[in-house]
């Protein structure tokens, strides 16, 4: 790959390729020159796509998913993800920051980093043990980053992720008390690349199932009604098959082809577009014949509750079942093996072979919902639902007022406790003044 140069205000030497390839790690650095004022150079890493093709997602250009919302997404789990630095956290939130403006096509994203990454080396020419630290953590911060994005905005369906590359920079100097030289990390340059099956004509690509998910009919007036209405209209038109496009929800809205990410992904961009609370979930699902990896979804009832859809398992040759529709973790699948749905499915925070789980999911409901008892618990303020009310509430109602966030219905209810319609900072000062014990209520 041609790198292009970069212009650094205090560079006197020009840029210097080098290659990383994980897991072995290998950084030839041109010298330029003996004991320079400052050097430069360059590494590159590469990222792992999910197993089975869900490596990819939709597309950033729709108003109702071109921002996040407050509790149900993996973006916010960045910030606070234990066993990595805060260095790497802080990192990894900037990346998908940037990751989630990705235009269409082949293009190259420059990021600065949030966090400096530092290294020393004994010569002006790095060796491979003494950048592979620093590059581990570009390459964390940078795998967290697409792994979250690539969940939450399912507008970018059309990137490929394994096919993406992270070309990170360093500038350094000799330092004479030290008697080694010290280098600093301060940017990266993905290299976006497109999916084969999207490859062409990706515009379109992106307006065919812009125009699906618009279009898509969805009756009813309360949560459930609404999604048992998408979720029957799915089963029906979607036949389980494999095809270029299975693996999203475009096989699933518009070839009618899909498998369980085509099927998850769809409901999620309803979800989404209907402004009701949906994660996709995924791990291992246990049937009588085996197990193997599988995707869901997870949605916030008015109660404040979680509970888990598997639209993939409910549509059967035979007829449309229920035995998986907005159930609880102990709920039994009567007419399937008469197991519970956490017995059947193993949710894995575990998105692209790190070994461990690394994002969690919400806590499910014990039981499944029941539309005829079900008791909507409204507490003004509380825009989090963690029952609370605190500055962490406020804190969301001045992203909603600065558009850094789009709070869903149910949110923007709570948030708008001076009740004038809008959701501004008078209403986060509002939340902030009752939390402190200021003031009584709203």
């Not at 010569?123 to 795998?143: G, L, R």
């Not at 360093?170 to 008390?177: C, D, F, L, R």
């Amino acid at each position: 790959m041609k790198i292009q140069k970069k212009m650094w205000s205090v560079v006197l030497a020009a840029i210097m390729s080098a290659a990383l390839l994980l897991p072995g790690f290998a950084v030839p650095v041109q010298a330029a020159g003996a004991e320079p004022a400052m050097l430069s150079g360059s590494g590159v890493v590469h990222l792992n796509g999910e197993e089975k093709g869900t490596d990819s997602q939709h597309f950033a250009q729709y108003t109702y998913s071109a921002k996040l919302s407050t509790t149900y997404d993996y973006y916010h789990q960045l910030s606070g993800l234990s066993g990595f630095s805060s260095a790497e956290r802080a990192n990894a939130v900037q990346i998908y920051n940037e990751f989630a403006l990705a235009g269409l096509g082949n293009t190259e994203l420059e990021i600065p980093l949030e966090k400096v990454i530092a290294f020393t080396s004994a010569t002006s020419s790095p060796t491979d043990s003494e950048t592979s630290a620093a590059a581990k953590q570009v390459q964390n911060a940078s795998q967290l980053a697409v792994d979250a994005v690539m969940r939450d905005r399912l507008d970018l369906f059309w990137v490929s992720v394994p096919d993406c590359t992270i070309w990170y920079y360093y500038t350094g100097n000799y330092n004479a008390a030290t008697g080694r030289y010290h280098w600093e990390i301060d940017e990266v340059r993905i290299s976006v690349r497109t999916k084969t099956g999207y490859a062409g004509n990706t515009a379109s690509y992106i307006q065919n199932l812009q125009n699906a998910i618009s279009n898509f009919y969805v009756s009813g007036s309360t949560r459930y009604e609404k999604l048992k209405s998408m979720h029957d209209t799915l089963c029906s038109r979607v036949t389980y098959s494999e095809s270029s496009h299975a693996h999203d929800a475009y096989g699933a809205l518009i070839d009618g082809k899909a498998v369980c990410e085509g099927y998850a992904k769809a409901l999620k961009e309803l979800c989404d577009r209907e402004g009701i609370p949906c994660l996709l979930v995924s791990g291992t699902g246990v049937t009588p014949a085996g197990s193997d990896a599988h995707m869901w979804n997870y949605v916030r009832m008015e109660d404040g509750k979680w509970y888990a859809i598997d639209a993939t398992w409910n549509d059967q040759e035979s007829k449309i079942y229920t035995d998986y529709f907005l159930v609880g973790s102990d709920s039994v699948a009567s007419n399937f093996d008469g197991r519970t749905f956490a017995q059947t499915h193993i949710v894995s925070g575990d998105f692209s072979g790190w070994g461990y789980d690394i994002f969690a999911v919400p806590e499910l409901s014990k039981t499944a919902f029941n539309p005829n008892t079900a008791v909507t618990t409204f507490v003004p303020g509380d825009v989090d639902w963690d029952g609370n009310v605190s500055a962490s509430d406020a804190l969301w109602a001045l992203k909603s007022a600065g558009a850094l966030v789009v709070l869903s219905t149910d949110e923007k209810a709570r948030a708008d406790v001076n009740n004038d319609g809008f959701v501004d900072a008078s209403d986060a000062l509002l939340i902030l003044k009752y939390a402190a014990g200021l003031i009584a209520g709203f």
